[in-house]
Nanobody, 122 residues
């Protein structure tokens, strides 16, 4: 079992930056693929980024490639999402998730946090 708690959301101006963190409980964090997803009001949840268990492999949605960076610190049981050059369309609730495969498919992630709100003002 892995419990996930996101933090770092808030209000940012367009063009600004935010860093999200996701703290995980449990000894198996380092054996899980970690992903970030987001859901905007009235829209379906969408994949943002994923990182392999060791951190060497990353995968991004085209909409955030070059602006967002996912990373992890297994010693701290934490995964991060650095978000730069924010746009109004990045406004959403951001969720971290733990799974076993580096994939954009939400069904492949078995544990989810409750989310943190990110609002980007234009």
């Amino acid at each position: 079992q892995v419990q996930l708690v996101e933090s770092g959301g808030g209000l940012a101006q367009a063009g600004g930056s935010l860093r999200l963190s996701c703290a995980a409980s449990g000894r198996t964090f380092s054996s899980h693929v970690m992903g970030w997803f987001r859901q905007a009001p009235g829209k379906e949840r969408e994949f943002v980024a994923a990182i392999s268990w060791g951190g060497s492999g990353t995968y991004y949605a085209d909409s955030v490639k070059g602006r967002f960076t996912i990373s992890r610190d297994n010693a701290k049981n934490t995964v991060y999402l650095q978000m730069n050059s924010l746009k109004s369309e990045d406004t959403a609730v951001y969720y971290c998730a733990a799974g076993t495969v580096v994939t954009a498919g939400g069904d492949d992630y078995h544990f989810w946090g409750r989310g943190t709100q990110v609002t980007v003002s234009s």
